[in-house]
């Protein structure tokens, strides 16, 4: 039992040591950060949504036309 164990926490934390591009993947935004990324891209969207849109719409039109 001691074995399985010892056997387990190395495991546990062998992942806790893990390299730190694994801790950014598994670090989760809070609350705050989360909101205030939503109000900023609601304030920034009437903006750009007519610039995008247009030019979205070209492109996918042009690579169609090329494509078939």
Do not use: C, H, T
């Not at 001691?2 to 730190?20: L, M, V, Y």
């Not at 598994?26 to 205030?36: A, C, M, T």
């Amino acid at each position: 039992m001691s074995q399985k164990r010892q056997q387990e926490d190395g495991f546990f934390k062998a992942r806790s040591e893990g390299n730190p591009s694994e801790e950014k993947r598994r670090k989760v935004p809070s609350f705050r950060s989360v909101v205030l990324e939503v109000m900023s891209l609601r304030k920034v969207q009437p903006i750009i949504e007519p610039v995008l849109e247009p030019l979205i719409r070209r492109v996918v039109s042009s690579y169609l036309r090329n494509k078939f």
